[in-house]
């Protein structure tokens, strides 16, 4: 019997931890003007002061006739809240770029990025609302490799998955390192991502569509860590692909459903956070989010599919600045909302 105590009690160290559950809150407390809807919400992200950004579908889009081409352009907006909720402005109202809102990120030095699906670009406002700098080209303007939905290669178009230009199709997300190299997921049309320095000049990229190591199904989401290891969230294939700065595969995170948005937050003990966003067709299973170490250790679960607060519907969008609150944007469910973690 004696005996027995003792191997139970061995094996239950050998037993892996289970995630332990999260008590925390959600709530919707942002205001925009009366008169204004948010939208389909896909972006969201904090600066140093508290202040918080969304990027949405809910612009008035407009089509312009120009020789032999349309000029399309409204179809989104930007907008900026203060710590408490309280709307502070419109930002880049009628810019070109602006047609379908996809991803939003903010840097250490308070600077406004924002990711645009149809235009193809990446936009860069400084935190007073200027237009600093610009990635990709929209459309109408340059010839951009054909796809067909899904990212497959339309006959006699060139190569896209694996494309190593500065031109985009159809980005998802941005992130930077501590030298300010800017890491595009470049998904939705192609199938990798694509670095550049910290003036914008094109450095290389890497990835092409497949399941393997390096392969991306939809790179939709990306983080890089202080030590610059670049995290890809790979929807469709259900994993986090975890590579060094120059794009060295290191290894896949799996077991956390199908990533669409991921956030690091900042500080000495970084954690990741993940959402297992619902399917497309389906918004009855999923939604729950995955907090993780570094090296892929789940610490915790919580959340699921639904339309009620604290629970979620398409997670495309995720903001962990400040830890134990999330900043979540929901595309299913046309809202943002806050998460307070206790």
């Known amino acids: ?3 027995l ?18 008590v925390y809150d959600g709530a919707e407390p942002l205001q925009p003007p009366a008169d204004t809807f948010m939208g389909m919400a896909v972006g969201v992200a904090t600066n140093s002061r508290g202040h918080v950004f969304v990027y949405t579908r809910n612009g008035d889009p407009g089509i312009t006739l120009g020789g032999s081409r349309a000029f399309a352009r409204g179809g989104s907006s930007l907008y900026e809240f203060d710590q408490d909720g309280r709307f502070v402005r419109q930002i880049g109202k009628q810019v ?11 840097d250490d030095q308070d600077n406004i990025w924002a990711v645009d699906r149809y235009s193809s670009m990446v936009m860069k406002f400084a935190p007073d609302g200027a237009v600093a700098m610009l990635l990709g080209r929209k459309p109408e303007s340059v010839d951009v490799p054909a796809v067909q939905a899904g990212g497959r290669q339309m006959a006699g178009a060139p190569e896209a998955s694996g494309m190593t230009s500065d031109l985009f ?3 998802a997300d941005v992130a930077f390192d501590k030298d300010g190299n800017i890491f595009v997921a470049d998904g939705l ?16 990229s890497w990835g092409s569509r497949g399941t393997g190591n390096g392969q991306f199904h939809t ?7 202080a030590a610059g290891n670049v995290y890809v969230a790979d929807h469709g294939n259900g994993r986090i692909q975890v590579f060094d700065n120059n794009g060295v595969y290191k290894r896949s995170i799996t077991g956390i459903g199908d990533p669409e948005a991921i956030c690091i937050t900042r500080g000495p003990r970084p954690v990741l956070y993940s959402s297992n966003s619902n399917p497309a067709d389906d918004f009855d299973h ?3 989010i995955t907090k993780l170490s570094l090296d892929g250790k789940v610490l915790a679960r919580f959340g699921r599919a639904g339309k ?7 997670v495309t969008g995720m903001d962990c600045r400040k830890d134990g609150t999330l900043w979540l944007a929901e595309s299913a469910n046309w809202r943002v909302q806050k998460v307070t973690l206790h």
């Open 189 to 204: 049309g192609n199938a990798r991502i694509a670095k550049f320095t910290r003036d914008g000049v094109f450095v290389k």
């Open 286 to 288: 999923g939604g729950d």
């Open 96 to 106: 070109y770029g602006f047609l379908a809102a996809q991803g939003l990120r903010i």
């Open 308 to 314: 009620r607060l604290k629970e979620f519907g398409g």
């Open 219 to 225: 790179p939709h989401s990306i983080q890089v860590d």
């Open 1 to 3: 019997m004696k005996r």
């Open 5 to 22: 105590a003792t191997l139970l009690l061995a094996a239950a160290f050998l037993l892996p931890a289970t995630a332990k559950d999260i």
């Open 169 to 171: 199709e159809g980005p």
